[in-house]
C-alpha cells in the first residue's frame, strides 16, 4: 500500500537549520509531483514547497523564498525539506504529499497522498 513516512522534525531555536525526509512506497514515485504542507495550531495546512517529477521545476511558499529548498531523489524514492534561518511562525507540523499528477501544482486537492507529519517547534 501508499506509504509517505516524514523524518527529520525537532525542537530548535530561531535561526536554525533543518532537514526533513519523506521517504514515499507504494506507488511509481518518480513519475508524480510532490510536495511539502504544513498546519500551524489553530490555522489551515498551507502549501510550502512543491517539486515536480523530475526535480526540474519547484515553486514556493511567499513565506518561505530563499529560505527553504525543496529536492528530491528518485533513486531512493525521497522527497527533501531543507530549512534555513527558521523563524518562530515557521512551528508546525509538516507533511508531504504526492500529488495525481508529473508538473507541480498548487491546488491541495491534487495532492491525495499524506504523511502522518513530523512537528518543527522554533523556539528561544
Known amino acids: 500500500q501508499v506509504q509517505l513516512v516524514e523524518s527529520g522534525g525537532g525542537l530548535l531555536h530561531p535561526g536554525g537549520s533543518l532537514r526533513l525526509s519523506c521517504v514515499a512506497s507504494g506507488f511509481t514515485f518518480s513519475r508524480v509531483a510532490m510536495s511539502w504542507h504544513r498546519q500551524a495550531p489553530g490555522k489551515e495546512r498551507e502549501l510550502v514547497a512543491t517539486i515536480s517529477s523530475t526535480g526540474g521545476t519547484t515553486v514556493y511558499a511567499e513565506p518561505v523564498k530563499g529560505r527553504f529548498t525543496i529536492s528530491r531523489d528518485n533513486a531512493k524514492n525521497t522527497v527533501y525539506l531543507q530549512m534555513n534561518s527558521l523563524k518562530p511562525e515557521d512551528t508546525a507540523v509538516y507533511y508531504c504529499?504526492?500529488?495525481?499528477?508529473?508538473?507541480?501544482?498548487?491546488?491541495?486537492?491534487?495532492?491525495?497522498?499524506w504523511g502522518p507529519g513530523t512537528q518543527v517547534t522554533v523556539s528561544s
Open positions: 504529499a504526492a500529488s495525481t499528477g508529473m508538473a507541480v501544482t498548487t491546488t491541495t486537492a491534487r495532492y491525495v497522498y
